[in-house]
């Protein structure tokens, strides 16, 4: 049975469903109306999508085989043939894929099609400065964005909506992404991209932005620079906002909402999973829907690996189930987070993940960048005069993230002029700037002034407030 009304500003494909299209057992959901992209999906029972993925567990594991990587990491566990995946059980069989794993395959021992198939990469950074590369077929970014229309109709937003994207265009994935999910959805896009905070604001008023995507804590950035105008208010156009990239609290979202007076909706993704798009709240917001056609998702716990039970917090692990071009099998993402337990009101058959706790690596998220410690050291201990003890500390600064890099350089340079302190702090600072992409601040200490911890040395503080 059929009943959705599509509502498109424009005619053509049916895009917005309010949703009463659902198959068998449905029931709970037909009492309301919630706006759907893809119902044949997006509500498909459990059953029907558990042989969906086992279908498109099977694709993976061809075109994972494909890849010199894979092909070496199956035969270690006597998989030849997709068919040897007879259920999804036969998931647990296959070994892990890391960040590590990536690394190790730049550039492309893990591209499973031919080059001239592939019609775009994203890179994320890396531990040790090597990024980790994921290539895209059209197939792959057309599906990439069918997830991402599928998130933002799940919010309620629509073809109606100003959309203004303020999150990087390139290789970050969170430009394009939402970009194009966007578009399928009919929105009209301002690919503001980040930062210039007067330019953004200017734009929200001149275009009437209803919704935006950016990381919470540029969105309270902006609130700061919004108060700080004459006029003193937020843009009355503004109903809705996207915001990930970055763990985040509760109480960040509300104070977002209660800000701006808006609604906000979490977002999370990672560019080994194409990106944005993974994991969305609906209109609900009880947790984030994973989508489950595309994403084979376990919660593991990161010591044991044992599988975590509903409601118990561990890693998640994820395996791509339509990707062509770059199949990922049983990737440990670090993030922690936990399912929730029972039903979503809005119907949608994907399981929920609650919000990300945080990590089981040592990653840091500063204003949305990942920084690895690593890379850090790695810049610094490339200038000769920085001496062996080193401190990386990241604090708020207003609503933004402030990363400072205290270090001990040779005594004698507190001897000579102060300029050389200040060029040595211009060239450290840059040169980290280039591994991790964010400007530290660098205080230079005497020999011996730093802190010296007793066993493993600590070297990151974190000073933010716990989320
Ligand atoms: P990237 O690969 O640069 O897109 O970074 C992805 C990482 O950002 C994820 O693995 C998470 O650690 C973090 N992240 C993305 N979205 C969220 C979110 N909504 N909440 C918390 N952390 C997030
Ligand atoms: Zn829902």
Not at 312 to 335: H, M, N, S
Not at 416 to 434: Q, T, Y
Request: hydrophobic share 35%; with cysteine; charged share 25%.
């Amino acid at each position: 049975m059929n009943s959705s009304t599509a509502v498109g500003r424009r005619s053509g494909r049916s895009c917005y469903h309010f949703g009463t299209v659902f198959d068998k057992g449905e029931a709970r959901a037909n009492s309301m109306k919630v706006p759907v992209w893809n119902p044949a999906v997006e509500f498909l029972e459990r059953e029907a999508l558990e042989r969906l993925q086992l279908a498109n567990l099977r694709k993976t594991v061809a075109w994972a085989l494909k890849t010199p990587f894979y092909r070496r990491r199956l035969a270690e566990v006597g998989l030849h043939r997709p068919e040897d995946i007879a259920s999804l059980r036969d998931l647990r069989d296959i070994p892990y894929t890391t960040k590590e794993d990536l690394r190790e395959s730049y550039p492309r021992g893990l591209l499973a099609v031919d080059l001239e198939q592939v019609v775009r990469l994203h890179t994320s950074s890396g531990t040790t400065g090597m990024p980790t590369v994921i290539h895209h077929t059209q197939a792959d970014l057309d599906a990439w964005t069918e997830l991402v229309a599928r998130c933002i109709v799940a919010t309620g937003a629509s073809r109606r909506d100003v959309f203004q994207n303020m999150t990087n265009y390139g290789l970050f994935t969170g430009g394009l992404g939402l970009h194009y999910g966007a578009e399928r959805v009919g929105m009209l896009v301002i690919p503001a991209s980040s930062g210039n905070t007067s330019r953004q604001v200017q734009l929200m008023r001149h275009f009437q932005t209803s919704v935006v995507h950016a990381t919470p804590s540029y969105l309270l950035h902006l609130h700061s620079a919004l108060m700080d105008e004459d006029t003193d208010t937020s843009p009355p156009s503004l109903r809705k906002a996207f915001i990930g990239a970055e763990p985040h609290s509760e109480e960040t979202r509300r104070k977002i909402e209660t800000l701006f007076e808006i609604e906000a909706y979490n977002s999370y993704g990672l560019s080994e999973m194409n990106g944005p798009g993974v994991a969305f709240e609906c209109l609900y917001k009880t947790g984030l829907h994973l989508w489950e056609d595309a994403y084979l998702l376990e919660v593991i716990d990161p010591d044991s690996l044992r599988p975590c039970a509903e409601e118990e917090t561990g890693e998640i692990v994820l395996t791509t189930l339509q990707r062509q071009a770059t199949p990922l099998l049983r990737y440990r993402t670090r993030d922690l987070s936990h399912l929730v337990g029972g039903h979503c009101p809005c119907g949608r058959s994907h399981r929920r993940l609650a919000r990300i706790k945080g990590r089981s690596d040592d990653m840091l998220i500063v204003n949305g960048v990942n920084v690895f410690p690593s890379q850090i050291e790695e810049a610094l201990m490339k200038a000769p005069e920085v001496g062996t003890n080193y401190l990386i500390q990241v604090e708020k600064r207003g609503a933004l993230d402030r990363l400072a890099v205290k270090t001990e350089v040779h005594a004698a340079l507190f001897a000579g002029d102060a300029r050389v302190l200040s060029d040595l702090r211009e060239r450290i600072a840059e040169r980290i700037r280039a591994a991790v992409l964010v400007k530290p601040s660098i205080e230079l200490h005497e020999p011996g002034s730093l802190p010296v911890s007793e066993g493993k040395a600590r070297r990151v503080l974190d000073l933010r407030p716990a989320f």
